[in-house]
């Protein structure tokens, strides 16, 4: 089983940067990664996938502005955040997720919140 730990989660003012960091307890490297959040009274929603291929695939609400990548060596994946808008302020989960004999396998971490506000 694979723990996900996030951090880098803060209070940014429109506009600002946030980089976080999510780090597994085991080797993600045949994991497909993904950052998603949920707004209050929001569901969640996928905002980032970077499967283990390396592809990557954004929300149309965040494109242009964040940038996932992974780091198989250190089990990490981040996710850079630029030109952040309020309705950016979530709780953002990570997620690792892959295909078994046995059916999908799906890992979240607790979240960490980002708050963007003036």
């Known amino acids: 089983q694979v723990q996900l730990v996030e951090s880098g989660g803060g209070l940014v003012q429109p506009g600002g940067s946030l980089r976080l960091s999510c780090t597994a307890s085991?080797?993600?490297?045949?994991?497909?990664m993904g950052w998603f959040r949920q707004a209050p009274g929001e569901q969640r929603e996928s905002v980032a996938v970077?499967?283990?291929?390396?592809?990557?695939n954004y929300a149309d609400s965040v494109k242009g502005r964040f940038t996932i990548s992974r780091d198989d060596a250190k089990n990490m994946v981040f996710l850079q955040m630029d030109s952040l808008k309020p309705e950016d302020t979530a709780v953002y989960y990570c997620?690792?997720?892959?295909?078994?004999?046995?059916?999908?396998?799906?890992?979240w971490g607790k979240g960490t919140l980002v708050t963007v506000s003036s």
């Open positions: 997620k690792a997720s892959r295909s078994s004999w046995s059916g999908p396998m799906n890992y």
């Open positions: 970077i499967t283990s291929g390396g592809d990557t």
């Open positions: 085991d080797r993600i490297s045949i994991y497909n």
